[in-house]
């Protein structure tokens, strides 16, 4: 098995990875490597990647089955593979603070798992950035994987086999409109409320913004649980600010990590990172 050549980012997860291209060819071993080392950390980044879109995508399918963007599947039944994180439009121009797609992509600083308001969530996001912001537009993390460890063993008890529903209409609503067709293409799912990680065994809840109450708890009990549990994840101990620098590739784990957008003046700067998701595993079998 290759070893990666990895520096530790935060005490409870990430790390930075050095001396792999992951533009060029990968062989079976790089990426098995890869899968252990998302498991292990949860986050990784790999600065200085020559990427492009095409690379991109051929990356993300080394790592499973890209997952169709939400928001273009849901408007239109077109399947495209890449969502623009950011302020600058296809054709290079700015939509500032006050642009309906720079507001709407403010629900994303809610601390939240990709996906997971879809029936098969996401396993990891790989986000490349092209363009940052000179202050601001951190991205923040935080793990609901280390959040269950401190757990004393009776929460535990009490949270497994519990399961939580994740509605996005719920989630993104009070900051957006959200497209009737897309809201129709999202009903609620459901996911348990403990996962656990296929090949390690490793025991993490699963919450977020999306998680929107549990099943057979009155509503009250339920947003008690779901902000306790996504509050004890989020203390400012566990948090890891990734400062983004152009030629970041950074892959996360959404089985396991929260994360949250920084916020950044979008009337300022130019902020443009491109994003494809890979899909499952499903959380129910
Ligand atoms: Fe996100």
Redesign the pocket.
């Known amino acids: 098995m290759r070893a990666l050549e990895v520096e530790p980012l935060h005490d409870q997860f990430g790390a930075r990875v050095f001396g792999i291209d992951l533009t060029g060819p990968l062989d079976d071993e790089t990426v098995a490597a890869l899968r252990d080392a998302v498991d292990e950390f949860s986050f990784l980044c790999f600065p200085n990647q020559p990427m492009t879109d095409e690379k991109h995508l051929a990356f993300t399918q080394r790592l499973g089955e890209p997952e169709a963007e939400h928001v273009t599947l849901g408007k239109t039944g077109k399947a495209v593979y890449f969502g623009t994180v950011g302020n600058v439009a296809d054709d290079g121009t700015v939509r500032r603070g006050d642009h309906p797609n720079t507001k709407y992509q403010t629900g994303?600083e809610q601390w939240?798992s990709?996906s997971s308001f879809r029936a098969v969530p996401s396993y990891v996001?790989i986000t490349h950035a092209y363009e940052v912001p000179g202050e601001g537009g951190a991205t923040e993390f935080a793990s609901m994987r280390t959040a269950y460890n401190r757990l004393p063993a009776d929460e535990k008890e009490r949270i497994d086999g519990l399961q939580a529903v994740h509605d996005y209409v719920f989630s993104r609503s009070p900051v957006a409109p959200v497209d009737p067709n897309h809201a129709a293409s999202l009903p609620p799912v459901v996911h348990p409320l403990v996962r656990r990680n296929p090949s390690t065994g490793a025991a993490n809840y699963y919450t977020g913004s999306h998680a929107r109450s549990i099943v057979g708890w009155g509503g009250i009990e339920s947003r008690r649980l779901i902000d306790d549990l996504n509050t004890g994840a989020t203390r400012e101990e566990d948090i890891y600010r990734h400062r983004w620098a152009a030629g970041d590739t950074v892959i996360w784990d959404n089985r396991c990590l929260l994360?949250r957008g920084g916020g950044y003046d979008a009337d300022k700067w130019r902020r443009r990172m491109r994003q494809t998701r890979v899909v499952g595993p499903a959380t129910v079998t």
């Open positions: 994303n939240h990709d996001s994360h």
